[in-house]
């Protein structure tokens, strides 16, 4: 990937399939991971595929309808979900200052590509993994030359 940074400062925007759910975001955006994890395929229903982005940057526009999931075997994460219409559209947590900001809501994905993927171990038989894209069987460790910042 050469000298391609893997931020981009953009002004961007997004929200969920009803409308009800809405942000913009006004900062840098991270390249894409996607988790293959057995909490995020139940989550999303296939894999997810995030950004993300600083939460002080993060303005919800439209937030009525977002709702948190928290496991109740890992409590300080969250999912953040559109009640209404069920749209995938945040990962956190606790102590991150940072949200997963899941890709296929953003208005404008432009720049963007997929820089790793996490938990293939536990893909779906399914699945098509890129093998130009890293790979991690779960996801990389602080100590991982490789490691991205966290999702
Ligand atoms: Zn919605
Ligand atoms: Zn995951």
Redesign the pocket.
Known sequence: MGERPTEQTTRRSGGCLCGGLRYEIRGPVRDVID?H?P??RKWSGHH?AASSARIDDIELVGGATLTWFHPVDDPDVAYGFCATCGSSAFWTHAGLETWSVCAGLLDDDSGLITSAQ??TSTAGSYVHLDPDVPAFSTQPGPSDAAAPPPA
């Open positions: 988790c994890c909490r995020c997810v996490w938990w």
